[in-house]
């Protein structure tokens, strides 16, 4: 069976992941996500590295760091990546930070492009439909509820 250059590829990327996260800083994970960025041009590569901060059991995603890596993203014009994360972080319904940063992402999602709506609307619902079922902190119950309830207008209003 040959080598797969991509998973190597996505190894060494790891590898690089976890050596900065032991910094634990916001500004190396920006700086990390930027470097890859330019390095990396594979979309799927990047949304799994930015998806798996949310799984390294020692960094503390805030709302303003999710806020930044989807800033960044928008500000490179990389709707692709946004897009991508979405996807990705839809995978993990018990994590409360995937739910926020599927959240934020759909935000930027609906910002910027219709052609999501629908997308964005099953996402949502499938939200909602977690936020009942899931064991989340009432402090995050709070602020997903109204993320979610902000983020269902926004679909009403593309859709009309």
């Given amino acids: 069976m040959s080598k797969n250059p991509l998973s190597e590829t996505w190894i060494l990327l790891l590898d690089e992941v976890y050596r900065i996260l032991d ?74 930070f995937a739910l926020k940063l599927s959240l934020m992402c759909g935000f930027s999602v609906h910002d910027t492009m219709e052609s999501y709506v629908d997308e964005c609307r099953l996402a949502t619902a499938e939200l909602f439909d977690r936020l009942r079922h899931e064991k989340i902190p009432t402090e995050d119950m709070q602020s997903f509820e109204n993320m979610a309830m902000r983020l269902g207008t926004l679909v009403e209003s593309l859709m009309k």
Avoid at 47 to 58: E, F, K, N, R, V
Avoid at 75 to 94: C, E, G, V, W, Y
């Fill in 23 to 96: 910094a634990s800083t916001h500004h190396d994970l920006i700086a990390t996500a930027t470097h890859l960025k330019t390095t990396t041009p594979s979309i799927q590569i990047q949304a799994d590295y930015i998806a798996s901060l949310i799984h390294y059991p020692t960094v503390n995603l805030s709302s303003v760091l999710i806020g930044h890596i989807v800033d960044w993203s928008i500000a490179s014009n990389h709707m692709d990546i946004i897009h991508a994360i979405h996807r990705k972080t839809l995978q993990f319904p018990s994590n409360p």
